[in-house]
């Protein structure tokens, strides 16, 4: 599908800047790749003062607690039945109207809700340059940091790949083979495959 809209688009010519606001299916397949493997398993901070967490568990002053993104995006009651299947339409929001999701980016992406899909952080202390501004292009340049920089460049990246390259799996891989390497991830610095993944790209 994104190759189609690549080609639609882009044409012969190489993706650029100018073009990212019509490559729409590109960010909503990473934002499916990090709704079910996100580069941090959570996003830890610390407590300033005593406090109470849903009014009645004390947490300490110092005490370091943050939400569990993997179980977050992949909780029924937000994503639906097909939690746990990659589906980057659920995030195309481009002739849908309100179907009573959260839209995003100028409306057309969208969320279940807001607090329900957070990678990058939410409220005052998320990633550096969070805007919703990447469909638009219509941003000034201090801006262009943070997520904003790591949203051009994936979708940048991949439609310059698979204008040349078809991508495909080793023989002996397939879907579900890749899911459970995936799923065994383990946290480094960021969170990375348990093992190697095997892929062959051929010419188009």
Same mark, same amino acid.
């Given at each position: ?9 882009? @044409? ?35 407590? @300033? ?5 849903? @009014? ?7 005490? !370091? ?23 980057? !339409? ?22 279940? !809700?807001? @607090? ?14 969070? !805007? ?73």
């Amino acid at each position: 599908m994104f190759v189609n809209e690549v080609n639609s688009i882009c @044409g012969d010519q190489l993706p650029e800047f100018k073009h990212l606001p019509e490559l729409v299916y590109g960010l909503c397949i990473m934002y499916e790749i990090m709704r079910l493997f996100p580069v941090l398993s959570t996003l830890p901070r610390k407590s @300033g003062k005593d406090c109470f967490l849903q @009014g009645k568990y004390l947490i300490p002053k110092g005490t !370091s607690i943050g939400p569990d993104l993997i179980n977050l995006h992949r909780n029924p009651k937000y994503w639906g039945p097909d939690y746990n299947e990659f589906h980057p !339409s659920r995030f195309d929001n481009r002739g849908k109207g309100d179907q009573g999701w959260h839209p995003i980016m100028d409306g057309k992406l969208r969320i279940p !809700s807001k @607090g329900a899909f957070i990678p990058f952080g939410e409220g005052p202390r998320n990633c550096l340059g969070e !805007s919703h501004n990447f469909i638009t292009v219509h941003c000034k340049a201090e801006n262009n940091v943070g997520r904003r920089f790591a949203e051009v460049e994936f979708v940048t990246c991949l439609a310059l790949v698979l204008q040349k390259w078809r991508i495909k799996l080793v023989d002996g891989w397939d879907k579900e083979r890749v899911f459970k390497v995936l799923d065994a991830s383990v946290q480094y610095a960021t969170i990375r495959p348990s093992s190697k993944i095997p892929i062959v790209l051929r010419k188009r």
